[in-house]
């Protein structure tokens, strides 16, 4: 009976996304959640306690999450008096709703509830209130002044994207001690744009469990999204000492599971998702050797300022009289910055004084790091020292770090390459980071050594990567520190 009622709503799932106009669906940010994934998310909250649960399943589609759990509930919880509470506006998706929930009444126990109505509105209205939420909520950017948008401000939660709206309003409609699982993009983890959202969502509600996949592409695959997903699992009004991590490659395979202190994975600036045992080492040895941010160091880093699109007339593919370099991450190379390299782009930058007093930066010693690394390249972070006595125009494709708008001290600056190009920065903005480039913001909440540690590291002249760690461990972490 469950195979088979999974395998209906699989098949509705499928059908409706043929269905649906593909417009429509980028628009309203719908990315249909596989059955193997919704199984996944299904596992992750706690049910032996309950006597009975109200479920709010919000943008439920074809009602996969909530055919789900009650597939999980019917084996471990067989007669647990269940309503599942579906709330979906998109008309093309009704009919399949229906007959999915149609398939939950059977099982003993359950009733269901279709709420015709928009999320957002319905939620901030609604008084009825839930001991579990279980979502896949839509994953679209909220305009400036759109009527979603300002809905949300008067009820102050301010969000670049619908999907952490939805996350905050199901936290909202639990009961104290009620349960949210939700897949979304880890994007909420880190950065200034969710800083507010992301403390918020920690003050009310504890993680007692994530799901982490290492595949980018697979989770979703049949409906286009590439985004980084993640499942987490929280409790209104309860903090763990501890967090589960499960890690699978995509939504078919085995995960691993472990069990990891909670404030190795929240902290109050980001949340670490250390999946592997290697991951948590990673944060525990930054945590514990690298204590410096660049602001504590006197140091700011900031991106480039030439926008190539936008100053076409001042690049040039030639040298010419008055030129100075244009550098972009096509220069930074094995740990060096070479310039010019006959590329493709142009290596020369050339403007009147006025246009150029605000895109160049002074001769002086800068930390380039790409904010984007290349598909062959292993590192997240690829960085190395730009060195001129003349002006230098940067690319905004890179990050470059500086002190008050002029160069570095020298040695300060090959220290500051060599850490960032060590095994240990790149394993740990690896667990820090869920975006594939490499922000200033994240660059600014990182830690970093001492400035007399930067100046030991910068004796390191080789690109060897094992000497360069094995300076790194030896100059922050030596032996009478680590007994």
Do not use: C
Not at 75 to 97: F, K, M, S, T
Not at 201 to 215: P, Y
Not at 431 to 452: I, K, Y
């Amino acid at each position: 009976m469950s195979v088979e009622l999974l395998e209906r709503a699989e098949a509705r799932r499928r059908a409706a996304l043929v269905g649906l106009d593909v417009k429509e669906q980028a628009q309203r940010g719908q990315y249909f959640t596989p059955h193997l994934a919704a199984q996944i998310i299904a596992g992750l909250p706690r049910v032996v306690e309950l006597e009975s649960i109200r479920v709010l399943d919000p943008g439920a589609g074809s009602g996969i999450l909530s055919a789900a759990l009650v597939d999980r509930l019917r084996v471990e919880r067989p007669g647990l008096p269940a309503h599942i509470v579906a709330v979906e506006n998109d008309a093309v998706l009704h009919a399949a709703l229906v007959e999915t929930l149609g398939d939950l009444e059977t099982i003993e126990g359950v009733t269901t509830e279709l709420v015709d109505a928009d999320f957002l509105a319905w939620a901030l209205t609604t008084d009825q209130r839930f001991d579990l939420v279980i979502q896949n909520p839509p994953y679209a950017k909220l305009r400036t002044g759109s009527e979603p948008q300002n809905l949300l401000r008067g009820a102050k939660i301010i969000v670049p994207n619908i999907y952490a709206a939805f996350l905050d309003l199901g936290l909202r409609l639990l009961v104290d001690g009620g349960q949210q699982v939700a897949i979304t993009p880890r994007s909420w983890m880190n950065g200034p744009y969710y800083s507010a959202f992301r403390r918020g969502f920690v003050g009310t509600a504890g993680i007692d469990a994530i799901h982490t996949f290492e595949s980018r592409s697979k989770v979703f695959g049949d409906t286009g999204v590439l985004q980084e997903s993640i499942v987490v699992s929280a409790t209104r009004g309860r903090t763990p000492d501890k967090v589960v991590v499960h890690t699978s490659h995509d939504h078919n395979s085995t995960p691993s599971s472990r069990t990891v202190a909670y404030g190795n994975i929240v902290t109050p600036d980001f949340i670490h998702v250390p999946a592997t045992e290697s991951d948590a080492q990673a944060v525990a040895w930054m945590s514990t050797f690298a204590r410096h941010t660049l602001a504590d160091l006197g140091l700011t880093v900031s991106t480039g300022r030439v926008v190539d699109f936008r100053s076409r007339e001042m690049l040039h593919h030639e040298r010419i009289d008055g030129a100075v370099p244009m550098v972009n991450a096509t220069h930074i190379r094995g740990g060096v910055t070479q310039h010019p390299v006959d590329a493709k782009k142009p290596e020369w930058f050339h403007a009147e004084p006025a246009d150029a007093a605000k895109l160049l930066v002074p001769g002086g010693d800068y930390v380039l790091i790409k904010r984007f690394s290349a598909k062959e390249e292993r590192r997240r972070v690829v960085s190395a020292v730009w060195r001129s006595e003349d002006e230098v125009a940067f690319d905004n494709k890179v990050n470059y770090i500086h002190q008050n708008g002029h160069g570095l001290e020298s040695q300060v600056a090959d220290g500051l390459a060599v850490f960032l190009n060590s095994t240990q920065l790149d394993s740990y903005f690896r667990v820090f980071s869920g975006h594939t480039q490499v922000n200033a913001t994240d660059l600014r909440q990182m830690r970093f050594p001492s400035l007399d540690q930067l100046r030991q590291l910068a004796a390191v002249t080789s690109h060897d990567q094992l000497e360069i760690d094995a300076a790194v461990e030896a100059v922050l972490a030596p032996t009478e520190v680590k007994a």
